[in-house]
């Protein structure tokens, strides 16, 4: 039988290629070939982005060269102080910034401070032109993959051409003329002048710009005098003027120091033994600003609190403080000051390191409608720290007020309200507990259905609920209603008992989150900043997002009305629902009460410095949270919603699965004194005299709080914060 044998490798009768040939596509070498063997889409996704970049190269040549047609600026832009205003964007809360600067020929600087900076920004200044290519071709790929330049790179002459001649907004055109500024500076000017020109403009943090007046606010002395570790802690403010103040943040001032030092020992500028051996110098307290002092301690608060989101949104400080920005809080003048006459009224007489923080934010936009940050500013008088702690934005152990966060994921879990729970005493074992969960006093409740839990704060009932429920759901339902990503919450048993150091401002967002059916939203108290030119540089974020079903948060709502109802002192008038926790923790470390109607949601909290208990103040032997701080947040809320409308809450679904079992009755139960619920309140009574109290068999039950570590860092403390500790229970 024949056959016909089809010749190897062609699929015809040809012959196939020999050794040391090739065929007719592979004879066709360099980049066509190669460009044919991609697939059609490979191929159409690289025309696309050679457009675009063609495009781009073209539209970057003619901004540059647009921008070289512009004249060198005969004279630096004029700094002016940025304005703070309430909401309604008339009505002046504080100024930030100052004009202090004294110009100094470059011979008036230190060498050793004038080589700290070239360390710090630009080591090859007197060797390269005024342009960094490699920082311009960074910026470039930045705005083609995000839109926006957010890298920096620049020397230190486009530095000086940015502050001196043109604003700090982040786009590609800026620093197009940037760049065109900087190569018509370095050809018209020596690199000692546009050194001297630098040195005397910079901002370096306290109002200072230039290292003139730099060098006497951080080290009271000339900018002639300073030595070289000074002159480094200095450069190395530049990049962060407020964080990398050695005052503000020591380990942050110390690495960046040593940065610079480093640096300085490479090029020759310093001797490595003199950097090895050095220490981070001691630098003066910060003083006032002068005639933009503000006049009240909350001003300072506001003042502080706005430019730390604004620098966290990617404002530079030195535009905040120079920059003339029109900003636009988000804060109620009429809420502000209820705030602040609720704490005065009920506070008044108290210890002066009774810590107080109340902050009110507007359920489903964020908005922070009032801030109370403490009752002094610049210095603690607990410990003579020349610092201010902003309790707003300190964390603190909530105690019980975190309880309404588990129940919020048990419900978003299916669980019924109407499901019972054992409420004994050390009758509920999980891990983390293995003689049982301690209830306050030492009383038990029998089984108990959750509003009835809520209402009395029962311990047991709600770790039980947790453990059932999964801490890491906890955990993330905490997250999810508005505490940060950031926010270390254990995922042990007992965080449903408020085990976890939360700041107030994200309590108060909890709460916010629940009034408004469970739409999330961030919490903000910048609205908007303009500069100069009618340019918005900052809008508040508008992200919300679903934390918690409505149906879950109806029945949330009617599960936190029940503590209000039965005798705290945050009650508020007949008629005008209201939802609310208190929470204090072991040892009576902390005391809070957070809350909220359908407009408004408020958080208030008391602590004192180095773990002292708030015992006997203003005549009370244990301060909790249905005491104090429910009497600030209901003279608060009173006040703040005096003229609003009553509006209802959504009825409760008790949807859900119940669970339940068979718990013997409880003990005889102990009788407790609770204050009458009033509608505004005179100031306490003198220290060692009591309030006429009612008798009532309400068991406030704070919450039981085990070890837990606190924070490496916070970014603001200066004095220790409190937390739980021991096996106890608190309130």
Request: charged share 20%; net charge positive.
């Amino acid at each position: 039988m024949s056959t016909t044998t089809e010749k190897s490798g062609t699929g015809t009768g040809e012959d196939p290629p020999t050794e040391g040939s090739s065929s007719d596509e592979e004879q066709a070498s360099g980049l066509g070939a190669w460009w044919k063997r991609r697939s059609p889409f490979t191929r159409r996704t690289g025309v696309v982005l050679f457009t675009v970049f063609s495009l781009f190269v073209i539209a970057a040549a003619g901004l540059f060269y647009a921008a070289t047609k512009v004249p060198l600026p005969n004279s630096v832009d004029t700094e002016q102080v940025s304005t703070v205003t309430y909401r309604d964007g008339k009505t002046q809360i504080v100024k930030i910034g100052s004009v202090n600067r004294t110009d100094v020929p470059l011979d008036a600087v230190s060498v050793d401070a004038r080589n700290a900076v070239l360390a710090a920004e630009n080591r090859n200044f007197y060797s390269e032109s005024g342009i960094s290519f490699r920082g311009t071709l960074r910026a470039a790929w930045t705005n083609i993959k995000g839109g926006e330049v957010a890298q920096g790179g620049s020397t230190i002459t486009q530095q000086y051409a940015r502050n001196a001649y043109l604003t700090q907004a982040r786009t590609f055109s800026r620093k197009m003329r940037e760049i065109a500024l900087a190569i018509k500076l370095d050809r018209k000017y020596s690199k000692d002048q546009i050194l001297e020109f630098y040195l005397n403009t910079i901002y370096f943090g306290r109002g200072a710009y230039g290292i003139e007046a730099a060098s006497r606010a951080y080290f009271g002395t000339s900018a002639k005098r300073l030595t070289a570790e000074q002159g480094a802690v200095l450069a190395g403010l530049i990049r962060a003027p407020s964080e990398l103040d050695p005052r503000q943040d020591p380990e942050g001032a110390d690495a960046r120091f040593r940065e610079v030092l480093n640096t300085m020992v490479q090029q020759g500028w310093l001797d490595p033994d003199r950097a090895a051996r050095a220490k981070l110098p001691t630098t003066l307290a910060q003083k006032t600003d002068g005639a933009n002092t503000p006049k009240t301690p909350q001003d300072a608060y506001i003042r502080e609190a706005v430019t730390r989101e604004l620098t966290a949104a990617g404002i530079s400080e030195d535009q905040i403080t120079r920059g003339g920005l029109q900003i636009t809080t988000t804060l109620d003048p009429k809420m502000q000051q209820a705030a602040v006459n609720a704490v005065d009224n009920v506070l008044g007489g108290a210890p002066a390191d009774l810590q107080t923080a109340l902050v009110a934010v507007q359920p489903g936009s964020g908005d922070v409608l009032a801030w109370y940050g403490g009752k002094t500013f610049g210095k603690d008088p607990s410990n003579g720290y020349e610092d201010y702690v902003d309790n707003v934005t300190y964390p603190v152990q909530p105690g019980s007020s975190f309880k309404p966060i588990a129940l919020a994921a048990a419900l978003q879990k299916g669980t019924s309200l109407n499901s019972s729970y054992n409420g004994n005493d050390h009758s509920v074992v999980v891990p983390g507990y293995p003689s049982g969960v301690p209830n306050y006093g030492g009383e038990s409740f029998g089984s108990v259905n959750l509003p009835t839990a809520t209402a009395h704060s029962v311990n047991s009932v709600f770790v039980k609920l947790g453990f059932d429920t999964g801490e890491s759901n906890v955990a993330k339902m905490g997250h999810a209603l508005g505490i940060p990503a950031g926010t270390n919450l254990p995922e042990v048993s007992s965080l449903p008992l408020g085990v976890a150091d939360v700041k107030p401002i994200d309590m108060a967002n909890v709460y916010a989150t629940f009034a408004s059916q469970g739409e999330t939203a961030t919490a903000h108290l910048v609205d908007k900043a303009v500069d100069r030119d009618g340019n918005v540089v900052y809008s508040a974020p508008g992200r919300k997002s679903r934390a918690l079903s409505q149906s879950a948060s109806a029945d949330l709502t009617y599960a936190l009305q029940q503590p209000l109802q039965r005798g705290t002192a945050a009650g508020l008038d007949p008629g005008r629902p209201a939802a609310g926790k208190t929470g204090t923790t072991d040892q009576n470390l902390s005391a809070w009460f957070c809350g909220y109607t359908p407009q408004l949601a408020a958080a208030v909290a008391l602590f004192r410095p180095q773990r002292k208990p708030l015992n006997g103040i203003l005549g009370l032997n244990e301060v909790t949270g249905g005491t104090l701080p429910g009497r600030v947040w209901q003279n608060f809320m009173e006040n703040a919603l005096s003229g609003q409308p009553v509006i209802p809450f959504p009825k409760a679904s008790f949807n859900g699965s119940t669970q339940g079992q068979a718990v013997p009755a409880p003990r005889p139960t102990r009788t407790y004194q609770t204050y009458i619920p009033r509608s505004t309140f005179s100031p306490p009574p003198p220290t060692g005299t009591t309030p006429s109290p009612r008798t009532t068999t309400v068991r406030p039950s704070p919450s039981a709080t085990r070890p837990q570590p606190r924070p490496s860092s916070s970014p603001i403390v200066r004095v220790p914060g409190t937390g739980g500790g021991g096996n106890g229970t608190g309130g």
